[in-house]
Nanobody, 125 residues
């Protein structure tokens, strides 16, 4: 059974940056697509970004395109989300997720099977 642990959240002013990390353990996810999702208070969880197992294909929600960058370093079993030019509407709990399908070059934006516990990101205006 795999485990995903997010870190790097915190409080930042609008226009600032944060880098989230997702460390995986228990089993390897090197052949799986990985994604980031977020859930703001009173709202449903939404897709943020995803990356293929090779790192060659990425997808982003329109709301974060051009500001956020997803990346992965399989050698250390870690996925990152670099968040720049943060806005108050980015405030949410951010979750890391892994897809159960192997070796897909087209990472999905939903249907993930493994989830972390989340890390809080708060952006003040």
């Amino acid at each position: 059974q795999g485990r995903l642990v997010e870190s790097g959240g915190g409080l930042v002013q609008a226009g600032g940056s944060l880098r989230l990390s997702c460390a995986t353990s228990g089993r390897t996810f090197r052949l799986n697509s990985m994604g980031w999702f977020r859930q703001a208070p009173g709202k449903e969880r939404e897709f943020v970004a995803t990356i293929s197992y090779t790192g060659l294909t990425t997808k982003y929600a329109d709301s974060v395109k051009g500001r956020f960058i997803i990346s992965r370093v399989n050698a250390v079993n870690t996925v990152f989300l670099q968040m720049n030019d943060l806005k108050p509407e980015d405030t949410a709990v951010y979750y890391c997720a892994a897809d159960s399908a192997y070796s897909s070059s087209d990472p999905p934006i939903d249907g993930y099977d493994y989830w972390g516990q989340g890390t809080q990101v708060t952006v003040s205006s």
